[in-house]
């Protein structure tokens, strides 16, 4: 059978608030066209199928319109099979289960008391059983005994990774169960949402500390079943490591989701992560982004498989998923040079004829604060001939000194006059004019006259304020200037 492995849509995910409905549309889109051109019998989706517990009705459109088209152009996809991940309501997932059971698509989205319930037989035409999944959700405390934690709560993320694993073993027990009351063995598959024992975390993280799931890796090292290097417990999404010795030895291939990065496990060929489809945030930008068809061919001269029995091989094609709409990041401290570079940019996207706008992450490191510089940053987008921009803005980060924390570090605030401190900040604002630093040095002198009046003074002011406001009103653009009360 050929399966095709993936995990971690997010469907509904917005890059700093940016919506990706488009994108994520055009990446289903691209899974209907693979899953038609392979010839796909059995799709699998590893958890997390929406980002948020409470995803938007657009997002649901989304992966419904999805699951229909693929009923309607791929009769020969035998099963189509989808399990919540962290992100997930389980509630969410599993309202429209019954109904979508009947079209032969399984959606689990809790980890059930009843093991038996995630073995899912699937058949060929003939109605043969060709392949048995065990199809375990993402594994939460509720979904777990009381006996499986003890009273120290330091040790919950690690007590309920290696509940996790005794329920897929629980699992694959009953999957077992099945196997032998067929004719022949067939291959096991497992799929889980888990954070397994040897997973190299390379996801980079942005200097805001806002694109990352956890805590920042050095490229190329993993994490081991101790601990990290520091010798400090790890998790992602809540679950510490979990032991994978089990998935190697338990399953002809595993499925696997929650990290990002596509990945084998602990050095197995058949134990797998596909990654996320789409990259998440800038900190993904450089991952190879993809998904994996997974060939299960029966074979009789093979050797029986120490999971299963099953005879036969397994062959994993990495395919690349295209790149809908590219995350960029730039960065600089001159903003002639970060000029020149997101022009160039922009030029380079518009001639590649992208079909979505480039995302951008800028990041201005400059020594001064230069007021109203992402405005000309902005216009080095658009094309000399007019037209959209071929790239846009998703977030901007200016890391020029700030002179209120550079103030706070350097001067003692209790010795300095309020309006010693507005000229140190006029100085950083590098304003030439005698004249405007001359007319900002009156209104915020006035400011400070105002923030020493009484609240009953204060507010006669405001009052007087008000009554002057209407005497310009009253008098019109016509009457004498000198009539009117100073401003």
Request: aromatic share 6%; charged share 30%.
């Amino acid at each position: 059978m050929k399966v095709l492995h993936t995990s971690d849509l997010h469907l509904g995910h917005t890059l700093h608030d940016r919506p990706r409905l488009d994108e994520q549309r055009r990446l289903l889109q691209w899974l209907v066209e693979l899953i038609l051109e392979r010839r796909i019998e059995v799709l699998v989706v590893s958890g997390d199928i929406y980002h948020t517990c409470s995803p938007m009705q657009a997002a649901c459109q989304l992966l419904f319109e999805f699951l229909r088209e693929l009923r309607q152009r791929a009769p020969f996809l035998r099963a189509v099979i989808l399990t919540g991940g962290n992100h997930d309501s389980p509630s969410v997932l599993n309202s429209p289960s019954g109904y979508l059971n009947l079209d032969g698509i399984r959606v689990l989205g809790r980890a059930s008391q009843d093991p038996s319930s995630e073995v899912i037989p699937v058949t060929d035409e003939e109605g043969r059983v060709r392949l048995i999944v065990c199809a375990v959700p993402y594994v939460r405390e509720m979904d777990l005994p009381r006996s499986a934690f003890s009273d120290d709560l330091n040790n919950r993320e690690s007590e309920l990774a290696r509940g996790t694993m005794v329920h897929i073993e629980a699992v694959r027990e009953k999957a077992l169960e099945l196997e032998k009351t067929l004719d022949e063995p067939v291959p096991l598959l497992a799929m889980a949402h888990l954070f397994a024992q040897g997973v190299s975390l390379k996801e980079e993280k942005d200097r805001d500390g806002e694109s990352i799931r956890v805590r920042e890796e050095k490229d190329d090292e993993s994490i081991s079943a101790d601990g990290d290097r520091d010798g400090e417990s790890r998790s992602v999404g809540g679950q510490g490591l979990a032991d994978a010795a089990p998935l190697v030895s338990g399953f002809d291939y595993a499925a696997l989701g929650h990290i990002h990065g596509a990945q084998r496990v602990a050095g197995s060929d058949h134990v797998r992560y596909s990654g996320s489809p789409l990259a998440m945030d800038f900190g993904e930008r450089r991952h190879e982004k993809k998904v994996l068809i997974v060939n299960l061919e029966d074979d009789a001269s093979a050797a029986p498989s120490p999971a299963s029995g099953w005879k036969g091989h397994v062959d994993i094609e990495e395919v690349p998923v295209p790149a809908f709409r590219r995350l960029l990041r730039l960065q600089g401290d001159s903003l002639d040079k970060l000029r020149e570079e997101v022009a160039a940019k922009a030029e380079e996207e518009r001639q590649a004829g992208r079909e979505f706008q480039s995302w951008v992450y800028l990041e201005y490191t400059g020594k001064r604060l230069v007021p109203g510089w992402t405005d000309t940053l902005k216009d080095a987008c658009m094309p000399e001939g007019g037209g959209s921009a071929p790239i846009t803005f998703a977030k901007i980060v200016d890391r020029s000194p700030v002179p209120g924390v550079t103030l706070r570090l350097g001067v003692d605030l209790e010795k300095v006059q309020p309006h010693e401190i507005f000229d140190m900040y006029l100085k950083d604002l590098a304003i030439s004019s005698d004249d405007e630093r001359q007319e900002l040095r009156g209104t915020f002198a006035e400011l400070v006259s105002l923030n020493e009046l009484s609240p009953e003074d204060r507010a006669m002011y405001y009052s007087r304020m008000e009554n002057t406001s209407e005497v310009i009103s009253d008098a019109g653009p016509a009457a004498d200037a000198a009539d009117r009360p100073a401003d």
